[in-house]
């Protein structure tokens, strides 16, 4: 890729009204196998397309600028893993861009409390911005990475970002509880990273579910890895700074609560 086009801001060709991305959004769920999304459910999706498209011309939120492409591989890339495991929440979704899967998994699990954690400020923004317009309730917002010293209790960890997998199993160490689990959403070629995860992290986790799939109708191979935290050591003395604050962001406006960086 020359240079050039490095960070290069890609605009929608064309953003589909609410009505009609609804009824583009049925044809492409109905051809790709998403029977389990409901009327209802699309409608949601639908204007949460219509607020990314339009978020996207000012800002760079996604590479997938066709409603196709959002429907396959957002919204049903999001949503299907709900027909291969059951989900526990709390849920932490981890470098979450700009709501993916946690948007889609909120709007699917709607009494279910969610955290969208992301570190780059303008999707934070975003994120607020949908919470608002979409008037989510239970949806908190982490605007920050992500590691050691985040410790807001959660039932389970899901990421679609790209880091390793023991990273993030580092990362979650000492926030997803006992018997929660961490859902990793990852293409196929995951054997290496599995093999990678260290002995040391393996004393706290196990692999307890490998589910290889494709997205129905397209060649998109995916694979969900989920690991079970079977022990919590004990939380280690952090020193702290004094120049942050906490970063949970509820929508009912309590006290934020997680650690400092």
């Known amino acids: 890729m020359s240079s050039r086009n490095l960070g290069r801001h890609k605009k929608p060709v064309k ?44 800002e760079n939120f996604t590479r997938l ?12 890339d ?26 889609p998994l909120k709007l699917y699990f709607p009494s279910e409390k969610i955290l969208l954690a992301e ?4 999707r934070v923004q975003f994120l607020k911005l949908i919470r608002e317009k979409m008037k989510f309730q239970n949806l908190d917002i982490v605007g920050r990475n992500i590691n050691e010293e985040f410790v807001y209790p959660v039932r389970g960890a899901i990421t679609r970002a790209v880091e390793e997998i023991s990273n993030t199993l580092r990362h979650v160490l000492f926030s997803v509880q006992n018997e929660g ?12 990273e599995i093999r990678r ?6 004393k706290f986790y196990k692999l307890v579910e490998d589910h290889t799939y494709t997205l129905p109708n397209t060649p998109h191979q995916r694979r969900l890895v989920i690991y079970e935290k079977i022990f919590t050591p004990p939380l280690p003395e952090m020193e702290p700074t004094g120049s942050e604050p906490l970063e949970v962001d509820s929508r009912a406006g309590q006290t934020r609560a997680g650690q400092k960086r």
């Open 15 to 58: 953003i589909f009204s609410l009505e009609e991305a609804d009824e583009r959004l049925a044809d492409i769920f109905r051809n790709h196998g998403a029977n389990y999304i409901s009327h209802s459910l699309r409608k949601q999706l639908a204007q949460f397309y219509v607020l990314l498209m339009e978020n996207q011309e000012r």
């Open 65 to 76: 600028l066709t409603l196709k492409d959002v429907g396959i591989k957002h919204f049903i």
């Open 78 to 103: 999001s949503l299907i893993i709900t027909q291969l495991t059951q989900l526990q929440f709390p849920l932490l979704d981890i470098g979450t861009g700009p709501g993916f899967p946690g948007i």
């Open 119 to 122: 570190g780059v400020q303008k």
């Open 181 to 192: 689990r961490v859902y990793f959403m990852k293409g196929p070629g995951v054997d290496e």
């Open 197 to 202: 995860v260290p002995p040391e992290l393996l």
